[in-house]
């Protein structure tokens, strides 16, 4: 399938847009040399004189834009050990408050989950409009397509239309991690663009909501931020494969007696994800 040159270079222009920073110092300035004691013409002098100036500028260009870069590096790599310091923190204390409990001979009540991970596991084949509309504006217009989603009334509504055709459940932070790292596409100018590289998620998301790389998308996501609404739209629904082993029975929901595949499926959605991406 040949792309027509004009697509082409929209496509390459919307790429090259986020590492204009990274490529500045790539672009050439014309450097001439004029013999010693050679006549110049006037249009030649101001030829030069230009050249000049934009070397000078783009010398103080590429060493400011290296600076910007290594402290967004720094930042980054900042605030992800932070990050890592916060979500080895919440597992202790879950586990402190576990013994606590088991020692006072009480129960302990687990946290409600903030996060979905949904999955379409059905095609568009005797599909009846109202599921239809739902599962499109979930965003899951292909078969195994997924979405985060934010637990709560209406998406917990909306999921209950579409229950035969899903399955869905709580994602780990591993599972959030992979999935990011594999099979991340982000949203830029209507493009599906990969994720391989943090100026692409900065450019869009930097500025405004305060998300400069691949750690900080994923904590927003994960802990289900103020920001995560714009964060998970900016990430293009996952293709994942058929899960390896395939599924058990896509006419049964999980939770019967013989056993299926729709409906939630709470923590055991990891397992499936690792079947699938």
Not at 134 to 150: A, M, P, S, W, Y
Not at 249 to 263: A, L, S, T
């Amino acid at each position: 399938l040949k792309v027509p040159p004009v697509i082409l270079r929209k496509r390459v222009r919307h790429i090259a847009s986020g590492f204009l920073t990274a490529m500045a110092a790539r672009y050439a300035v014309r450097t001439t040399v004029v013999p010693e004691g050679a006549a110049v013409p006037e249009k030649v002098q101001l030829k030069l004189a230009r050249d000049k100036t934009l070397a000078e500028e783009k010398t103080v260009a590429v060493a400011v834009a290296k600076k910007d870069h290594e402290e967004q590096r720094a930042a980054l790599k900042n605030r992800t050990q932070e990050y890592e310091k916060e979500y080895s923190d919440y597992q202790k204390k879950l586990i402190d408050l576990r013994r606590e409990a088991k020692l006072g001979g009480n129960f302990f009540v687990e946290p409600e989950a903030k996060l979905l991970f949904v999955v379409r596991i059905v095609g568009i084949i005797k599909l009846s409009p109202k599921p239809r509309k739902v599962l499109q504006l979930l965003r899951l217009k292909q078969l195994h397509n997924g979405v985060f989603l934010k637990v709560n009334k209406p998406i917990l509504q909306m999921l209950k239309l579409v229950q035969p055709y899903v399955t869905y459940g709580y994602p780990s932070l591993k599972t959030v991690r992979e999935l990011v790292y594999k099979r991340g596409h982000g949203k830029v100018t209507k493009q599906r663009i990969p994720l391989s590289d943090n100026a692409i998620i900065a450019d869009k998301l930097g500025e405004k909501h305060g998300i400069h790389g691949a750690e900080d998308l994923i904590h927003e996501i994960y802990t289900v931020g103020p920001h995560f609404k714009q964060a998970a739209n900016f990430l293009w629904p996952f293709k994942l494969s058929a899960p390896r082993g395939g599924f058990k029975c896509k006419r049964h929901g999980y939770c019967e007696m013989k056993g299926g595949d729709w409906g939630n499926r709470e923590e055991e959605i990891n397992e499936l994800i690792a079947r699938m991406n």
